[in-house]
């Protein structure tokens, strides 16, 4: 999923968030938490951050997903990014 994001033009980054990112999941963790950051000079950036959402998800994913859409000058002004950023790893990660 972060490749086929990645390769997108208007996607600067793609980055796992939460429990997963921080490795305290447990198995009642069944949400993936994912934060994309796109480029604001876009089409896509004028809409409102939830409603990019569905042109970022995957057709099929084996868990729960919460992803969150934010230009760059959107997830540098907004307190819930930063903290999503604050233990957040680049995908794809190895």
């Known amino acids: ?3 086929a994001l990645l390769a997108r033009e ?3 980054g793609v ?3 939460g429990s997963w990112a921080k490795e305290t999941h447990t ?3 069944d ?5 994309i950051v796109i480029s604001g ?7 409102q951050p ?3 959402i569905p042109a ?3 057709d099929r994913f084996p868990t729960g997903l919460d992803l969150f859409v934010f230009t760059a000058e959107e997830a540098a002004n907004s307190a819930f990014a930063r903290h999503l950023m604050a233990h957040a790893l680049p995908l794809p990660h190895t």
Do not use: K, Q
């Open 10 to 12: 208007e996607v600067l």
């Open 31 to 35: 949400i993936i938490d994912v934060l």
């Open 15 to 17: 980055y796992l968030c």
């Open 41 to 47: 000079d876009t089409e896509y950036a004028r809409l």
């Open 1 to 3: 999923m972060a490749r």
């Open 50 to 52: 939830r409603d990019r």
């Open 56 to 58: 970022c998800l995957p």
């Open 27 to 29: 198995a009642a963790s």
